[in-house]
């Protein structure tokens, strides 16, 4: 697990205990690439918070029905 790294579904952005809550790197988007990149930040500097906003139910979906990333589909 890495510290300071959480994954948020979009609509959490509505409530207002989430409206005061301090971030420090907002990656929107939750594909392989919004996955890859903040979970690279997160490890490349523990000290910041790192928040992933996903709005689909089904993070990583088109990686899984892909094959799991050995070939593309769109």
Same mark, same amino acid.
């Given at each position: @697990? ?7 579904? @979009?609509? *959490?952005?509505?409530?207002?205990? @989430?409206? #005061? ?6 990656? /929107? ?9 903040? /979970? ?6 523990? =000290?910041? $918070? *790192? ?12 990686? $899984? *029905? ?5 070939? #593309? *589909? =769109?």
């Amino acid at each position: @697990m890495i510290p300071h790294f959480h994954i948020l579904p @979009m609509n *959490v952005l509505k409530h207002k205990d @989430m409206r #005061n809550e301090s971030i420090d790197i907002a990656v /929107i988007g939750g594909g392989a690439a919004g996955y890859f990149g903040a /979970i690279n930040i997160a490890e490349s500097n523990r =000290t910041l $918070k *790192v928040v992933l906003f996903e709005g689909s139910h089904k993070p990583l979906a088109k990686v $899984k *029905v892909s094959g799991g990333g050995r070939c #593309n *589909v =769109t």
